[in-house]
């Protein structure tokens, strides 16, 4: 099953602009003290530039794998109920004058909002999240 999870089987290089990141690695979660050492190093390096900068660090989604090993035909006992939480739970930080954030948890757009309130004095509410765990995932403008 190991050699199902290998960066070779699992991504095309090709078609990535970070190709680079990936030499050296076998399995895709051994990028990740890579991707963690270069987004700290562009933190600082935007901090030292200008300290009053606000950095917002956000991802679109977060683990894929279970239903991706899944569609492989590698795991045959995917459940969204207990799967699509995981692939919900982005990533987000916010750098801002040694400010705290109580972002943990938060969708992409509410940490927007809350980061928003906090900075800019607005007062954006919270969007309540949709829990779908149909996997029927349809483009509502078709």
């Known amino acids: 099953m190991t050699e199902a999870l290998t960066v070779k089987k699992l991504y095309t290089l090709d078609q990535t602009i970070a190709k680079d990141i990936f030499e050296g690695v076998t399995y895709p979660w051994e990028v990740l003290p890579k991707i963690s050492s270069f987004i700290l190093e562009l933190v600082t390096t935007i901090q030292a530039h200008d300290p009053n900068a606000l950095i917002i660090v956000q991802s679109d989604h ?12 590698i795991w045959d006992t995917y459940d969204p109920t207990v799967e699509n939480p995981y692939m919900q739970n982005t990533l987000n930080c916010v750098y801002y004058q040694n400010q705290s954030f109580a972002i943990e948890g938060e969708t992409g757009i509410n940490t927007m909002r809350m980061v928003f309130n906090q900075v800019l004095g607005t007062e954006l509410a919270p969007i309540t999240p949709v829990q779908d765990y149909s996997n029927n995932y349809v483009d509502e403008q078709s």
């Open 62 to 73: 977060g683990s894929r794998q279970a239903n991706h090993f899944y569609d492989m035909g």
